[in-house]
């Protein structure tokens, strides 16, 4: 990979993350309230629901410009010489890393983000931790499963895919992943949202997951299922569907 495919995938990356943050914060809000321990209606209903925006916005740009610049990064250096059977193992490593470094710019904004839309206490190594471990299972998933239906699209067709059909794959890839991992989103938000010296509040998923089966049972850990899904859906649509639009315009 050459510095000019770098930077075009730093720039398309960086531009895709600041439109799909900003036109999907409000599901995102409503989201977070659904999965409160508080429950929605304490947790603000839908008041605010832009509240903590200024610091995804200030966010979104460098994260999504790492995560790309990484993905595609680690892709280009696997793929030389590797056999086309370990695609899906080399889109799960590439993404898994790109999740890692978009995480240590993400979490600062995160913190911000959270404390805004439902006031909690919580510590930026805690949140950081709880953030890697529920995206990078969410991106194993995701991308994987997008580049596999662009490549089976492309070959039914006879010819690559166009970016509104990498952004139909992003849709249907996003929307499966958020259903398979919301239980871990769910976990990452009670971690999150507990007060300080509470159990869930040692950061551990297994025993904030096992916590909400205890009280809530499964209705609990799909807490905000629907909003997640339409979320990421569409996010997944514009996101990746951008990214493939703008890397083409920039190439």
Sequence with gaps: MDRGDFLVSLTAGGIAGVCVDLILFPLDTVKTRLQSPQGFKKAGGFRGIY??????????FPNAAAFFATYEFTKATLRKDASPYLSPLTHMLAA???????????????????????????????ILTNTVCEEIPFSLVQFPLWESLKDLWSWKQGHVVDSWQSAVCG????????????????????????????????????????????????????????????????????FLGMYDKIRRLLL
Excluded: Y
């Design 96 to 126: 898994s890393l790109g999740e890692v470094v978009a995480c240590l710019i993400r979490v600062p904004s995160e913190v911000v983000k959270q404390r805004a839309q439902v006031s909690p206490s919580s510590s930026t190594l805690r």
């Design 171 to 238: 849709a249907f890839a996003g929307g499966f992943a958020a259903a398979v991992t919301t239980p871990l989103d769910v976990a990452k938000t009670r971690i999150m949202l507990a007060k300080t010296g509470s159990r869930t509040a040692s950061g551990n998923v297994l025993s904030a997951l096992h916590q909400v089966w205890r009280t809530q049972g499964i209705s609990g850990l799909f807490a905000g299922v629907v909003p997640r899904i339409s979320a990421i859906s569409l996010g997944g649509f514009i």
């Design 51 to 60: 509240a903590g925006v200024p610091s995804t916005a200030v966010g979104s």
